[in-house]
């Protein structure tokens, strides 16, 4: 028979509400397998902390995306946002389902291009293109989205060289009622400097001028933005038609849709106040239709949607290594992770459930990770049950940002897993040692030897 764990006595404050023999209901629930995989045996194998990545996950989420765009216009691309996940594996799975990608680097641009993606289905999105990265751009047919004038100029001196057009867009900035207004990239479309620049690239017969882009914030929860943003875009093509007699292929809407993880200090749940999908799509939609092209004018629709689709697929396992008591009295639990793998620590509440079976007994915590600075929390303040060193814990909807963002800081980098169709984990990316993170260090002559 196994031995019950200690758990000290303490006295619970009962309030009204749901009740059970114990106090108020609390909902944690042991979450012991993802996607039919034992997370102790995924730590068993693989270590931890570790990232777990659930293809199937991924696939149902963007074909759930297609179908609600799809269903409402006639003409849909995606493009898979490459700074929300670069783990080959990831984007190869969204490349399978039929989507472009999109890069804001040449370093993501190289790895979209080793990824066996066509030049033609590369959108390159940024403010740092250099002139190498341009030029290999129009070599490659690629879509090129012009941010700013330095740019604009340095593409038309580059194409003055070469024999073949540059297809090119531009990104637009716009008040869409949500503040603050994002008009760091792109020219904006209040004060002229959009129209400006289309007029500029329209004079250019090296040119050519595919598309309108916007991208107008990050976890946007407002729809009716997403009208504004798309009726401004709308506008443009209209007027591109009268004034210049060219209609335009596409419209890109970029992305910034919100997923379910909880915003630090909210005080809803992001599941109970998120829109859906397809409440983006219908606005999206409806606002292009309802313009007034005529059927053979409609634009296609670009859609570089990143966290919606990838965020729901990412779990982070680790372990507890220490418990103990604040000066005020409050529990501390300390996991083997940290704000150093776990970017977005920062500005959501991330769900966290324990791998294993509990008592009913639980308590408000705080999670810190391992890192020796004070501000290295994973959670401020949480209900969970009394989890002992050695316990495991699962944090949920993590795909997205972390596996881009995270630091080589006092502990290194650890495994990413992807559990495929069939249930099999595979390792997708090693964890790391030191001999990879020294790999690129060099020592001085006068330094490699000394006395102590």
């Not at 006295?11 to 909902?27: C, S, Y």
């Not at 400006?196 to 929860?221: D, F």
């Not at 053979?296 to 990412?314: S, V, Y």
């Not at 079976?357 to 810190?368: A, I």
Request: hydrophobic share 40%; net charge negative.
């Amino acid at each position: 028979m196994e031995k019950l764990s200690y758990e000290r006595p303490i006295i619970n404050k009962l309030n009204t509400g749901l009740m059970n023999k114990f106090g108020t209901r609390v909902d944690n629930t042991p979450v012991t397998h993802i996607d039919g995989v034992p997370v102790k045996k995924l730590i068993a194998d693989f270590g931890s902390p570790c990232f777990v990545i659930s293809e199937r996950t991924i696939r149902e989420t963007y074909r759930n995306a297609v179908r609600a765009f799809s269903t409402r216009y006639p003409k849909v691309q995606f493009a898979w946002s490459y700074k929300t996940n670069y783990l080959n594996a990831v984007c190869n799975v969204f490349h399978s389902e039929g989507s472009w990608a999109e890069v804001v680097s040449y370093f993501e641009y190289e790895k979209a291009m080793g990824n066996g993606v066509p030049g033609d289905k590369i959108i390159f999105n940024g403010p740092d293109k250099t002139a190498r990265d341009l030029k290999i751009a129009v070599q490659n047919n690629s879509l090129i989205h012009i941010d700013h004038f330095d740019e604009l100029y340095l593409l038309a001196e580059i194409l003055k060289e070469e024999s073949q057009k540059a297809r090119v867009a531009i990104r637009v900035n716009m008040d869409t009622g949500v503040y603050p207004m994002w008009d760091r990239f792109g020219f904006n479309y209040e004060n002229g400097t959009a129209w400006s620049a289309i007029n500029k690239i329209m004079a250019n017969s090296q040119m050519e001028m595919t598309g309108i882009h916007c991208h107008i914030g990050t976890y946007m929860m407002s729809t009716s933005s997403y009208a504004v943003a798309t009726s401004k875009l709308c506008d443009l093509l209209k007027n591109i038609q009268q004034v210049h007699n060219v209609t335009l292929e596409y419209i890109d809407l970029g992305g910034g849709f919100a997923t379910a993880n909880t915003l630090r200090g909210s005080y809803l749940q992001g599941a109970d106040v998120i829109p859906t999908i397809d409440d983006y799509a219908e606005v999206i939609t409806s606002t292009i239709l309802n313009y007034g092209f005529r059927p053979e004018q409609l634009p296609t629709l670009f859609l570089e949607t990143g966290r919606a689709l990838i965020d729901d697929a990412g779990y982070l396992l680790g372990s507890v290594i220490a418990l103990k008591r604040l000066s005020d009295g409050r529990r501390a639990t300390i996991l083997d992770f940290g704000i150093n793998i776990l970017f977005t620590a920062f500005w959501y509440d991330h769900k966290v459930s324990p791998a294993q079976n509990f008592t009913s007994q639980s308590e408000d915590m705080v999670l810190y990770g391992p890192l020796c600075m004070n501000i290295d929390v994973v959670r401020e303040n949480i209900n969970l049950p009394l989890l002992n060193r050695g316990d495991h814990v699962v944090v949920h909807r993590v795909g997205a940002y972390n596996m881009t963002q995270w630091m080589q800081f006092i502990q290194m980098r650890p495994k990413v897993v992807m559990i495929d169709m069939q249930g099999m984990p595979h390792l997708i990316r090693n964890n790391e040692s030191l001999q990879t993170i020294t790999a690129h260090e060099r020592m001085p002559d006068h330094l490699a030897q000394f006395n102590l």
